[in-house]
C-alpha cells in the first residue's frame, strides 16, 4: 500500500511559469535565412561552374558569421525588461521591443516585471501556547527595478522565497492558537509589511501574501470540534428556555385580559372549535356556552342552610 493511500491524496498546487519566453527566434531565423538564401541564390546562377566550389566555401564563412551578428538579435515582450550586462559591467535596462546585443562582449538577462506568485512549502510552525500547526501560503509580488533584481540579490525569487518563510514562522510563533485561526487578514497583513521592508533594497514590492491551509494535529481537531458542539448546544438550550419563559409571560397576560373580559373567552374558545372543525377527522360536540355558565354559577352558590 502506498503513502499516499494511507495518508490521503496529497496537495497539488499550480506551479508557475518561469523563464524567459523567447520571442526573437523567428525574427533571427528571417534575418539569418533570407540574405544567406539570396546570396547562395545569386553565386549559384551568378559564378561559373568551376568558381562555385570557391564561391560556396565563401558564402558558407559568410554565413556563419551573418548568424554570429544575427544572433544579438533579442525581442522584450511588453512586461519584461533586459538588464544589459558588458563584460561583467552593468550597462543599463532595455525594453519592451527589439534590441541588440553584442555577441560575445554583451549579455542579457530578461525580468519579468507582472505580478508573480511563489507557493511558499508547507511550513511546520509552533504557536505560542505549544500548539504544532502546518501552514500552507502564497506570495505574490512584482519587480520594480530590473537593475537592483539582478545586481543586488543572487535569484530573487529564491530570496523572497526563503525571507517570507522566515517571517511567517515568526509572526506565527508569537500568536496563540485562537488568534491564528481568527485573525488571519492581520497576520497575512503584519508578514508581508515584514517582508516588504527587506525585499525593497531588491528592487521588489510585495502585493500580499495569503494563507491558504492551517493544518491542526487531528486529537487537537477532535476536541476543537466536541467544545463547538457543546457550545452550540449550550446556546440552544439558553434560546429554548428564553422561549419558553416569553411564551410563559404571555400565556399569563392573555389568561389575565381573558378573566377580565369574559366575551374574549368566548371569542377564544370559538376560534379554537373553528380551528378543529376544519379537519374532517375530527368530530365537534357542541355544548351551549350559557348552560355552562349556568352550571358554573349554581356550583359556585352557597348550598341553603336548614
Request: negative net charge.
Amino acid at each position: 500500500m502506498s503513502d499516499s493511500s494511507i495518508d490521503g491524496p496529497s496537495r497539488v498546487y499550480a506551479k508557475p511559469t518561469e523563464g524567459h519566453v523567447s520571442l526573437g527566434r523567428g525574427v533571427r531565423q528571417v534575418l539569418f535565412l533570407v540574405p544567406v538564401a539570396v546570396l547562395f541564390a545569386l553565386l549559384f546562377f551568378g559564378l561559373p561552374v568551376r568558381q562555385r566550389t570557391v564561391g560556396f566555401t565563401a558564402g558558407a564563412i559568410i554565413a556563419v558569421l551573418w548568424n554570429v551578428v544575427v544572433s544579438g538579435v533579442r525581442v522584450a515582450a511588453e512586461w519584461e525588461r533586459g538588464v544589459i550586462l558588458q563584460l561583467g559591467k552593468i550597462q543599463g535596462v532595455r525594453g519592451p521591443g527589439l534590441l541588440y546585443v553584442v555577441p560575445v562582449l554583451e549579455s542579457v538577462q530578461f525580468i519579468d516585471t507582472r505580478t508573480l506568485v511563489i507557493n511558499i512549502p508547507r511550513q511546520k510552525v509552533i504557536t505560542r501556547d505549544n500548539v504544532p500547526a502546518e501552514i500552507d501560503s502564497a506570495l505574490f509580488f512584482q519587480v520594480n527595478d530590473a537593475q537592483k533584481a539582478v545586481i543586488s540579490i543572487q535569484d530573487f525569487r529564491f530570496a523572497v522565497s526563503q525571507y517570507a518563510q522566515a517571517a511567517l514562522r515568526d509572526v506565527v510563533g508569537g500568536l496563540s492558537l485562537d488568534d491564528l485561526l481568527s485573525e488571519r487578514e492581520q497576520i497575512q497583513t503584519q508578514i508581508g509589511a515584514i517582508v516588504e521592508a527587506q525585499v525593497q533594497e531588491w528592487g521588489m514590492h510585495i502585493d500580499s501574501i495569503r494563507l491558504q491551509d492551517i493544518e491542526l494535529p487531528e486529537d487537537l481537531k477532535r476536541m476543537m470540534s466536541r467544545q463547538a458542539s457543546a457550545e452550540r448546544e449550550k446556546r440552544a438550550t439558553i434560546t429554548k428556555a428564553d422561549g419558553d419563559r416569553l411564551a410563559a409571560q404571555s400565556l399569563a397576560a392573555a389568561a389575565q385580559i381573558m378573566e377580565a373580559n369574559p366575551i374574549a373567552l368566548e371569542l377564544r374558545t370559538l376560534q379554537s372549535i373553528d380551528g378543529l372543525g376544519a379537519s374532517p377527522s375530527n368530530t365537534v360536540i357542541l355544548f351551549p356556552m350559557e348552560l355552562s355558565q349556568a352550571l358554573g354559577n349554581l356550583r359556585a352558590k352557597p348550598a341553603p342552610e336548614e
